[in-house]
């Protein structure tokens, strides 16, 4: 089991930046793959971008390349997304996920077996 704790949502004006965090705890280890996804209210949950544990490649989804970074902290079981230019569109929750690696197609939530309870983040117009 791995558990997953977000946090560092809040609210932002548009153009803010803020900055997401993932804590990690239980049955963690570096063959994982950590992602990102976010919920807007009436829309389903999509995937913002993921990391892999072990040699730290990122990979994100066009609507948020440029704008955010992922990294984590070995050290410290925790990853982080880094938003910056934050637009109204990007208002959601986001959720952490991690995967065991060897998997494929990583943007998708089915490659997922753990969640965090979500982190909301809201962007004024």
């Known amino acids: 089991q791995v558990q997953l704790v977000e946090s560092g949502g809040g609210l932002v004006q548009a153009g803010g930046s803020l900055r997401l965090s993932c804590a990690a705890s239980g049955r963690t280890s570096s063959r994982y793959v950590m992602g990102w996804f976010r919920q807007a209210p009436g829309k389903e949950r999509e995937f913002v971008g993921f990391i892999s544990w072990t040699s730290g490649n990122t990979y994100y989804a066009d609507s948020v390349k440029g704008r955010f970074t992922i990294s984590r902290d070995n050290a410290k079981n925790t990853m982080y997304l880094q938003m910056n230019s934050l637009k109204p569109e990007d208002t959601a929750v986001y959720y952490c996920?991690?995967?065991?690696?060897?998997?494929?197609?990583?943007?998708?939530?089915?490659?997922?077996?753990?969640w965090g309870q979500g982190t909301q983040v809201t962007v004024s117009s």
């Open positions: 996920a991690a995967g065991e690696s060897g998997k494929n197609y990583y943007t998708r939530r089915a490659t997922y077996d753990y």
